[in-house]
């Protein structure tokens, strides 16, 4: 395996594992709608082919020579998990039926299970795994915990804001780890045809996470009740402040499953922290 493609390469969760792919000298080709931006966002050393991931005719050519494909797709409502779940999925095994690559992959969560469909988010992410499970190309879906990299973007206007209750323990892991264990898995040829649960180091509530955060960068931490997140982000038209307020009552509802077999990253979330702060760019 020496040709790597990856739908969704360039944000939070993509760009450590294309990097981490052309770090372990894979060719890496990067499929997304500007490349110019995506150029921007990771540099020179990969193949950027740009287009629309809907369009039969380009997604086929685009993925003509891919040895492995990496899906990295998300939404923030029900139209958008269903267009890039449920209808992405579709389009990809459609334009690979002709040439299957030796193994495919995408991002799920640790909280995607069938008893846990009171998101559509979960929901479409399954049906998204059942189209590759059925496709009959070996496969891999990643079920990643919480990322440590999502803690900054609950700082809105200066404070860090906490939504909601906070009691179930969450089991925090640093992309860059998870971008090893994907490459490690893609890797290792008796590592298919898995769901992997991807838990870190240390179970650790939403309040206790965002508090250390708060503490480390002097902002202050304040509390909203999950209604009053929702009213708002209706009133401003913001679909993922909505959806997060939605994440944050799933996760409080169910937790997260205790699996003694899970993958485990080692990154704790004071050394996230500390590095962090180590590597910020100057204001």
């Not at 994907?182 to 838990?199: A, E, G, K, S």
């Amino acid at each position: 395996m020496k040709n790597i493609s990856i739908i969704g390469g360039t944000g939070m969760l993509g760009a450590p594992v294309a990097r981490e792919f052309a770090r372990r000298g894979f060719a890496v080709k990067i499929i997304t709608r500007n490349a110019i931006a995506a150029c921007k966002a990771l540099g020179a050393d990969f193949e950027y082919l740009e287009g629309d991931l809907f369009q039969a005719s380009f997604l086929s050519e685009a993925l003509a020579d891919c040895d492995g494909l990496h899906i990295n797709m998300s939404g923030q409502c029900k139209a958008t998990y269903y267009k890039n779940h449920v209808v992405a999925t579709q389009r990809i095994l459609q334009a690979i039926s002709h040439r299957p690559p030796e193994c495919i992959s995408m991002i799920s969560s640790a909280s995607v299970y069938p008893e846990q469909t009171d998101r559509w988010d979960t929901l479409y992410k399954l049906e998204a795994e059942r189209l590759l499970i059925h496709s009959g190309i070996p496969y891999l879906v990643f079920m990643p915990s919480w990322f440590m990299e999502s803690l900054p973007l609950f700082i809105q206007d200066g404070k860090l804001i906490q939504i909601g209750p906070s009691v179930q323990p969450i089991h925090w892991l640093a992309a860059q780890d998870y971008a090893r264990l994907v490459v490690d898995c893609f890797q290792n040829p008796r590592c298919r045809n898995q769901r992997l649960p991807i838990y870190g180091p240390e179970g650790i509530t939403m309040h206790q996470a965002l508090a250390a955060f708060s503490a480390s960068r002097e902002i202050p931490l304040q509390k909203m009740p999950v209604w009053l997140a929702k009213v708002f982000g209706k009133l401003t038209g913001d679909d993922r402040l909505i959806d997060v307020a939605d994440l944050l009552v799933h996760y409080e509802k169910w937790g997260e499953k205790d699996i003694p077999n899970a993958l485990r990253t080692h990154t704790t979330l004071s050394q996230w922290i500390s590095h962090s702060i180590a590597t910020a760019e100057p204001e």
